[in-house]
């Protein structure tokens, strides 16, 4: 989200900046700057399998507009179904839900990235630049998973997926 700031036109050229139609004398800039200042009860950082879980249970109890959950991604996966997948059984687009329809309505989601924690003042910043203030905070920002450090482990997902398709196949 960009937000505009009036300047004053000045000689030299000023990188991100659009001519105004209406006013010939200013300049707009498009650069992000410091954003909105939100207030919540209990800040969820992460809209995976546990924040979802959380927002549901806290959302109910507290009532809407107390509990955010900040999650940039637009779509939700079910990691566990990715077994089924690696063994070739199901397809990994059914693994997956918008995250609009998995973050509880009893949560405002917010989304977004957290860019910095800042215990201290009981804050994060977001990548958009939006301060958001918690009195409780829970971090569920989940694992990054690197199969690819694994020795072999593309031959072994080769091989698994094939058994279990044999398996399948001759109802074993
Ligand atoms: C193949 C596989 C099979 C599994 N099988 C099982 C099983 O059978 N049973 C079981 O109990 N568990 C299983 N698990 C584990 C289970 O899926 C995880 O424990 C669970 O998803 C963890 O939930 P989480 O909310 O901590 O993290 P995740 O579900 O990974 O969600 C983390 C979220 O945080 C968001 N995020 C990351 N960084 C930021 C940031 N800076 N700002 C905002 N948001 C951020 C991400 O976008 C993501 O949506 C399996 C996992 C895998 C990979």
Redo the contacts with the bound molecule.
């Keep these: 989200m960009a937000c505009v700031k009036l300047l004053q036109r000045s000689g030299s050229s000023v990188h991100g900046m659009a001519r105004a139609c209406t006013a010939p004398s200013m300049h707009f800039s498009t650069t992000p700057c410091a954003k909105a200042k939100k207030n919540y009860e209990v800040v969820i950082?992460?809209?995976?399998?546990?924040?979802?879980?959380m927002a549901s249970k806290i959302g109910r109890r507290l009532g809407k507009g107390k509990v955010a959950v900040?999650?940039?991604?637009e779509t939700?996966?079910?990691?566990?179904?990715?077994?089924l997948?690696?063994a070739g059984l199901k397809k990994i687009e059914n693994s997956c839900k918008p995250?609009s329809e998995v973050i509880s309505n009893k949560a405002d989601w917010l989304k977004?990235?957290?860019?910095e924690f800042q215990p201290e003042n009981n804050l994060i910043l977001?990548?958009n630049g939006d301060e958001i203030k918690y009195e409780y905070l829970i971090v569920?920002?989940?694992?990054t998973?690197h199969y690819d450090w694994l020795d072999n482990a593309a031959f072994w997902t080769k091989q698994s997926s094939q058994s279990c398709k044999e398996r399948n196949r001759n109802n074993w």
């Design positions: 950082v992460g809209g995976g399998a546990g924040g979802c879980a900040v999650e940039p991604h939700h996966y079910y990691q566990p179904y990715w077994t997948v690696g995250s977004d990235k957290v860019q977001t990548k569920a920002v989940g694992l998973l």
